[in-house]
């Protein structure tokens, strides 16, 4: 599953971050705090069509956008 | 700023300089509090040469005696610059900015309800070898949220000094500067080599700085509890979105309300000098600079200073307490639909103060194009400057009548005007993301920091600083501008028994009357056009100048009991659709310059400024004119 998907304030373990070879968005991530097998919680959807979504991860909570959180795969 | 014999001495001789710190961390480490704390008021804000990132320095005293200087480097996650903040401190820490001194030790400060994350910049840090001392900051809301920490685990892992502050509480500081004293001589080590493969050399830090945080942490965190309750609240789909507009809703009627009695303080203070000036002062020249120049106009301007302090401290407000970041999650989506992102809705609420610091704001926004977008629209946010012309046109023409409780038909009015300049801008944004600023959609993500009680002296020292900036714009730009206009509507005088008006006859009623050609279609008489003139250098002084035109025009009643007789409804309603627009300020330009490195941008963000301001006016005049107002 992906963290896009993810049902909030349901805990899952992140598995890999896909940013298929674009090095930039992957540093992004990881300097906010995704990692593998780190733990990550959506918290909240935004207003107006539930895009960009809050999640937890670690101990801060970081705003992405669902594209970004399709390239979250999460432990089954 | 230091002026030039006295820094070139120093430049000269680097031995002279006092040795200097700089503080580094993740935003949202609580570095400004702590340098706050560290240096007092001594501080000195200015701009890093050739970008417009704040330089913030202060000095320190040691306990050994020793004064140092302090600097405040932007926050950054990493020394892998994302924006062009994150590459000042990068380019500072490494020095590699010419003209800048290496800072001899860093104070790494880190968050210590976030170690892991904050953990890996300070493992970064550490492998250029600089002296360094960490400030596990934030202590005290760590202990609230039931974290307890290892402090000799945390030192011995890190091979680094740990001092545990509480920057608002000025815990630890004293222990801060024990153990920076002895760093500062220290030659640095050799930097030790990162890993070619960025991301993996990322990964590696990650995993370490979560191996030490997990081994110095004891207890569960509960993770800010008080935060994920306000989150479900302020965050909520439908009560996110109301409670976001009742805040930018209340923020403007206090505005109004809260600066009332210290503006008509000034106002009196202001009357009473002009009429004893008048009365001591022999009748001529000398008398009429004083009076009708500096009085009326710098007058007219710095009644307002309790207003923009106001405003202002919203602001501070809403971005110390973390709830800024909030707005721009709400707003992400809606942007998203003009082609900007939640993180271009903080600049833009900063023009709301200002347009300068709202387009030095877009420093933190990756991507070039949504860059440069914001900041072609950031002046059409209502900026504090241009509170003084609405506050005195909605005075004189808009009934002081209650709706509905404290809600006033003023107020509305005010609101109607700040929504129409919001509106105006994702307009100006759509069509620029249309036209020449297309490009693929940029990643969006933020932190958003858990929320803080904001600290009354980081919040006064901000609007000292401000208040100051004000003030010494009235002193400069405004009292040249005044003076230079007075002058100019002054002379030539009439001959003596011609029975001419003497306004008119001066070289600014010349000039306003051939203005006026220009303006006469859209509802502006000859006196606005002449107002605009100095107007175009910062938009307050067309009050001023408004009050220096009327008052040379030898009437003594008020200006807006003035502006009343003497304008139309659908003027007054047209001048205030034209200030909506209108670029009329010198130092978003320059500022606009600087930031896209050449005139390109600023002469186009005043052209297309200029035309949306006259069809707005043109539009607004003849609307209200066919209404029958």
Same mark, same amino acid.
């Given at each position: 599953?992906?963290?896009?998907? /993810?049902?909030?304030?349901?805990?899952?373990?992140?598995?890999?971050?896909?940013?298929c #070879?674009?090095?930039?968005? %992957?540093? $992004?991530m990881?300097?906010?705090?995704?990692d593998?097998?780190?733990?990550?919680?959506? /918290?909240h959807r935004?207003?107006?069509?539930?895009?960009?979504?809050?999640v937890?991860v #670690?101990?801060?909570?970081? %705003?992405? $956008?669902?594209?970004?959180?399709e390239?979250i795969e999460?432990?089954? | 700023?230091?002026?030039?014999?006295e820094?070139?001495?120093?430049?000269?001789?680097?031995?002279a300089?006092?040795?200097?710190?700089?503080l580094?961390?993740n935003?949202n480490?609580?570095?400004t509090?702590?340098?706050?704390?560290?240096?007092g008021a001594?501080q000195?804000?200015?701009?890093?040469?050739g970008?417009?990132?704040e330089?913030?320095?202060?000095?320190?005293?040691?306990?050994?005696?020793?004064m140092?200087?302090i600097?405040?480097?932007p926050g950054?996650y990493?020394?892998?610059?994302?924006?062009?903040?994150?590459?000042?401190t990068?380019?500072?820490?490494?020095?590699?900015?010419s003209g800048?001194?290496?800072?001899?030790?860093?104070?790494?400060?880190?968050?210590?309800t976030?170690?892991?994350?904050?953990?890996?910049?300070?493992l970064?840090?550490k492998?250029l070898?600089l002296?360094?001392?960490?400030?596990?900051?934030?202590?005290?809301?760590?202990?609230?949220d039931?974290?307890r920490f290892?402090?000799a685990?945390?030192?011995?892992?890190?091979?680094?000094?740990?001092v545990?502050?509480?920057?608002?509480?000025?815990?630890?500081?004293?222990?801060?500067?024990a153990?920076?004293?002895?760093?500062l001589g220290?030659?640095?080590?050799?930097?030790?080599?990162?890993?070619?493969?960025r991301?993996?050399?990322?990964?590696?830090?990650?995993?370490e700085?979560?191996?030490?945080?997990?081994a110095?942490?004891?207890?569960?965190?509960?993770?800010a509890r008080?935060?994920?309750?306000?989150?479900?609240?302020?965050?909520?789909p439908l009560?996110?979105?109301?409670?976001?507009?009742a805040i930018?809703f209340?923020?403007?009627?206090?505005?109004?309300?809260?600066?009332?009695?210290?503006?008509?303080?000034l106002?009196?203070?202001f009357?009473?000098?002009?009429?004893?000036?008048?009365?001591?002062?022999?009748p001529?020249?000398?008398?009429?600079?004083?009076?009708?120049?500096?009085?009326?106009?710098?007058g007219?301007?710095?009644?307002?200073?309790?207003?923009?302090?106001?405003?202002?401290a919203?602001?501070?407000?809403?971005?110390?307490?973390?709830?800024?970041v909030r707005?721009?999650?709400?707003m992400?989506?809606?942007?998203?639909?003009?082609g900007?992102?939640?993180?271009?809705?903080?600049?833009?609420?900063?023009?709301?103060?200002?347009?300068?610091?709202?387009?030095?704001?877009?420093?933190?926004?990756?991507?070039?194009?949504?860059?440069l977008?914001?900041?072609l629209?950031?002046?059409?946010?209502?900026?504090?400057?241009?509170?003084p012309?609405?506050?005195i046109?909605?005075?004189?023409?808009i009934?002081?009548?209650?709706?509905?409780?404290p809600?006033?038909?003023?107020?509305?009015?005010?609101?109607?005007?700040?929504?129409?300049?919001?509106?105006?801008?994702?307009l100006?944004?759509?069509v620029?993301?249309a036209t020449?600023?297309?490009?693929k959609p940029q990643?969006?993500?933020?932190?958003?920091?858990?929320?803080?009680w904001?600290?009354?002296?980081?919040i006064?020292?901000?609007?000292?600083?401000?208040?100051?900036?004000?003030?010494?714009?009235?002193?400069?730009?405004?009292?040249?501008?005044?003076?230079?206009?007075?002058f100019?509507?002054?002379?030539?005088?009439?001959?003596?028994?011609?029975?001419?008006?003497?306004?008119?006859?001066?070289?600014?009623g010349?000039?306003?009357?051939?203005?006026?050609?220009?303006f006469?279609?859209?509802?502006?008489?000859r006196?606005?056009?002449?107002?605009?003139?100095?107007?175009?250098?910062?938009?307050?002084?067309?009050?001023?100048a408004?009050?220096?035109?009327?008052?040379?025009?030898?009437?003594e009643?008020?200006?807006?009991a003035?502006?009343?007789?003497a304008?139309?409804?659908?003027?007054?309603l047209?001048?205030?659709a034209w200030?909506?627009?209108?670029?009329?300020?010198i130092?978003?330009?320059?500022?606009?310059r600087?930031?896209?490195?050449?005139?390109?941008?600023?002469a186009?963000?005043?052209a297309?400024?200029?035309?949306?301001?006259?069809?707005?006016?043109?539009?607004?005049?003849?609307?209200?004119?066919?209404?029958?107002?």
């Open positions: 599953m992906r963290l896009a998907a /993810l049902a909030p304030r349901t805990p899952a373990i992140i598995a890999a971050i896909g940013c #070879g674009d090095e930039r968005c %992957a540093m $992004r990881r300097e906010m705090g995704f593998e097998g780190v733990e990550v919680q959506v /918290l935004a207003p107006f069509g539930g895009d960009p979504i809050a937890r #670690g101990g801060s909570t970081v %705003a992405i $956008r669902r594209a970004q959180a390239l999460l432990t089954a | 700023m230091a002026s030039l014999p820094a070139l001495p120093r430049a000269l001789s680097p031995l300089f006092p040795p200097l710190a700089a580094v961390g935003p480490a609580g570095k509090s702590l340098f706050n704390a560290l240096t001594r000195k804000v200015g701009n890093y040469p970008v417009t990132v330089r913030k320095t202060g000095h320190l005293c040691l306990p050994d005696g020793r140092i200087d600097v405040d480097l950054a990493s020394l892998e610059p994302r924006s062009p903040d994150e590459a000042v990068r380019d500072i820490i490494l020095g590699l900015r800048e001194r290496r800072p001899q030790a860093i104070i790494a400060v880190i968050d210590a976030n170690l892991a994350n904050h953990l890996r910049f300070v970064e840090l492998r070898g002296p360094m001392v960490v400030a596990l900051n934030m202590v005290d809301l760590a202990e609230r039931g974290l290892d402090l685990v945390l030192t011995d892992r890190l091979g680094l000094a740990v545990p502050t509480v920057a608002v509480r000025r815990r630890g500081l004293a222990e801060l500067g153990i920076l004293a002895p760093l220290r030659t640095p080590s050799p930097a030790l080599p990162a890993n070619p493969d991301v993996a050399d990322l990964r590696a830090l990650q995993r700085a979560a191996a030490i945080a997990r110095v942490t004891i207890g569960e965190g509960g993770a008080a935060t994920r309750a306000l989150d479900r609240v302020l965050l909520h009560v996110g979105p109301v409670a976001l507009a930018l209340t923020m403007f009627q206090t505005v109004f309300w809260a600066a009332k009695t210290p503006a008509d303080w106002t009196a203070r009357d009473a000098l002009g009429q004893w000036l008048a009365a001591t002062l022999p001529g020249p000398l008398a009429s600079l004083l009076v009708d120049g500096v009085i009326h106009g710098v007219a301007v710095v009644v307002f200073l309790p207003q923009i302090l106001v405003l202002f919203f602001i501070l407000v809403l971005e110390q307490s973390g709830y800024m707005a721009a999650f709400i992400d989506r809606l942007m998203a639909r003009v900007l992102s939640g993180r271009a809705f903080i600049p833009l609420i900063s023009s709301f103060a200002c347009a300068v610091p709202g387009i030095m704001a877009t420093r933190t926004i990756e991507e070039p194009r949504d860059r977008t914001t900041i629209i950031a002046p059409l946010m209502t900026c504090s400057a241009r509170l012309v609405y506050a046109i909605i005075a004189a023409f009934p002081a009548r209650t709706l509905w409780g809600i006033g038909l003023q107020g509305v009015v005010l609101f109607a005007l700040y929504l129409t300049g919001v509106a105006g801008a994702l100006a944004a759509w620029l993301r020449i600023m297309k490009g990643l969006f993500m933020m932190e958003l920091p858990k929320y803080q904001p600290e009354p002296r980081d006064l020292l901000s609007l000292w600083q401000r208040a100051r900036a004000f003030l010494e714009r009235a002193g400069t730009i405004i009292l040249g501008s005044t003076v230079a206009l007075w100019l509507a002054s002379y030539p005088k009439p001959p003596v028994g011609s029975g001419l008006n003497p306004l008119a006859y001066s070289i600014a010349r000039i306003g009357g051939v203005l006026e050609h220009l006469a279609p859209i509802g502006f008489n006196e606005i056009s002449l107002a605009l003139v100095p107007g175009m250098a910062a938009r307050e002084v067309a009050v001023a408004l009050g220096t035109v009327y008052s040379l025009g030898g009437d009643h008020g200006l807006i003035r502006l009343h007789s304008w139309s409804l659908p003027t007054g047209a001048f205030l200030y909506v627009f209108a670029p009329q300020c130092s978003t330009l320059a500022v606009t600087r930031e896209t490195n050449g005139w390109k941008w600023p186009f963000m005043f297309y400024l200029f035309a949306a301001a006259y069809v707005a006016a043109g539009l607004t005049y003849w609307g209200a004119r066919w209404a029958g107002l």
